[in-house]
């Protein structure tokens, strides 16, 4: 049960714990913030209001515990990421607990996201060994004009603190995607988690914790965002960000200054549809894609483009499977649970009344109770209703009938996101010009997108992001190479 057994020390009273120094802590704010259980639009957790003054102590102990991290062997770090893993695996019950009543994510996706979370640590900590064990070796006469008088040695060296921002739709596994690709490469690492999902992000921390990392190498600071949000963000001993989430990450690349950001922003991905697609195939995927956690994900279908010729017999397709999903609670574990916050539903049902003004067709009827919004598909949607563009982050999907599949990639492409997309269709040859016209960081052929597998690089074009994602680009993301030049007195050369 969360916050009990090994986890009893995170919790005092009703509010849990933050995490500085190897200690678990209560804020001198002497405030906490409240998290609201989306199903029952109660208040469920509390964690702590950490103040400036604490995040400044948190990133001052970061710095000073990452300068005897880096002189920790390679193999000493994946061995205690693996028992870090191992550790997070075995309690994947009290964390998916925290899942279900903070975020609503339906059970069995919850225990999922916490043994998929093991799974990436485990795997970063054997990539982390190949990729930092290795370097280069470079001779100066490769260059024209030069002798071969200088040896080049380079080798990958960390960046110093990483401060990891997860979103609250994986406030886990996006969490350990950061964590885990800092502390193998030798950073130190303070973790903001998003204020729903913090409970569960804290569990997490202590099973690092649990592994004994060192003292202050893993920091989590929870509290407001305008108290500590653009403190921590631009904080001069940060020196690296890695951020999941949605426009706020686009403030914070205003303000970082120069160092290295890694941003996944969101994004409008659109599925598109050719005549000779297979269209079962497309329709378990439209509904995989567009419904699964109720549309709460970056990688969700929010937009089907369909060749007009096939446009109703699809529709109908996906309409027969939309009637058999299942609404209600996330402990019953059905496919439809309610969206993350008040704020996220009304925003929803914006979209949906401008579709509704603007004739839209309603392919069931539009119903809401609380946060909890039924599942819905738009047909006949055009360009001048919002939901055409817009990231409705809830389960909403609009269809667009196209003519032609130019007119397809014109819309996928004017968007300002560009995340992932598909194309469905039985010819590759198809697929691939339509995928290298496409202007998103993945495309996926005869599937809907998605993240992972984890070690997959993942990235966006536009305001979608920043760099990327997935184990080895996060690893390399959070080194700087170092160079050290042999220079010899004479040319010298191997006679084999």
């Known amino acids: 049960m969360a916050g009990s057994g090994v986890f009893a020390e995170i919790i005092e009273g009703d509010v849990y714990k933050y995490y500085s120094d190897g200690e678990w802590k209560k804020s001198t704010s002497g405030k906490s913030v409240p998290i609201i259980n989306p199903t029952t639009r109660k208040t469920q957790f509390k964690v702590q209001a950490c103040t400036q003054e604490e995040v400044n102590k948190v990133v001052d102990t970061a710095k000073s515990a990452q300068k005897s991290w880096v002189k920790t062997p390679l193999w000493k770090r994946a061995e205690l990421l693996h028992k870090a893993a191992a550790i ?6 009290p964390i998916a607990e925290c899942l279900v009543k903070e975020i609503a994510k339906p ?13 990436l640590v485990s795997y970063c900590a054997e990539e982390g060994v190949r990729i930092l064990g290795e370097g280069k070796f470079l001779v100066s006469d490769s260059f024209p004009g030069n002798e071969r008088t200088k040896y080049c040695l380079t080798s990958k060296v960390p960046l110093g603190v990483v401060l990891a921002i997860p979103p609250f739709n994986y406030p886990v596994n996006l969490a350990v995607s950061k964590i885990a690709p800092a502390l193998i490469a030798g950073n ?3 973790l903001k988690p998003p204020t729903q999902g913090a409970v569960a992000a804290l569990h997490m921390v202590h099973c690092f914790h649990l592994a004994g990392f060192p003292k202050g190498l893993i920091s989590c600071v929870t509290g407001k965002g305008s108290e500590i949000g653009d403190f921590l963000t631009m904080h001069p001993g940060v020196n690296c960000i890695s951020f999941t989430g949605g426009d706020t990450g686009i403030a914070i690349s205003k303000k970082a200054g120069m160092i290295p950001l890694q941003m996944e922003l969101g994004g409008k991905d659109a599925c598109i549809i050719l005549e000779d697609a297979d269209l079962d195939l497309a329709a378990v995927n ?3 894609g567009g419904f699964s956690y109720s549309g709460q994900r970056c990688t969700a279908v929010k937009v089907v483009l369909i060749m007009e010729s096939v446009a109703d ?12 999903l299942t609404v209600g609670s996330p402990e019953d574990d059905c496919d439809i649970t309610p969206v993350v916050t008040e704020s996220s539903a009304n925003f929803i049902e914006g979209l949906v009344m401008d579709a509704k003004q603007k004739g839209a067709t309603f392919c069931q009827e539009y119903k809401r109770e609380g946060n909890l919004i039924w599942p819905l598909l738009l047909d006949n949607v055009r360009p001048d209703m919002r939901i055409a563009w817009e990231e409705p982050f809830g389960p909403v999907l609009p269809v667009i009938r196209i003519n032609s599949v130019e007119e397809g990639i014109h819309h996928c492409n004017a968007s300002n ?3 992932q997309g598909c194309v469905f269709t039985r010819d590759i040859n198809k697929a691939i010009l339509i995928s290298d016209a496409m202007e998103t960081g993945t495309v996926q052929i005869n599937s809907a ?7 997959f690089p993942f990235q966006g074009l536009k305001d979608s992001g920043i760099g990327s994602q997935g184990i080895t680009n996060s690893i390399n993301m959070m080194t700087k190479v170092k160079t050290t030049v042999i220079n010899l007195p004479s040319p010298s050369y191997a006679m084999g």
């Open 88 to 93: 997070l695996k075995e309690h994947k019950v």
């Open 107 to 119: 059970a069995k996706d919850a225990v999922t996201e916490v043994v998929r979370s093991g799974d």
């Open 188 to 190: 130190s690492l303070v």
């Open 286 to 288: 439209i509904i995989k």
């Open 313 to 324: 017999i699809l529709v109908e397709k996906v309409k027969s499977k939309v009637a058999k």
């Open 417 to 419: 996101f560009g995340l």
């Open 449 to 455: 997108p998605a993240r992972g597998p984890d070690h």
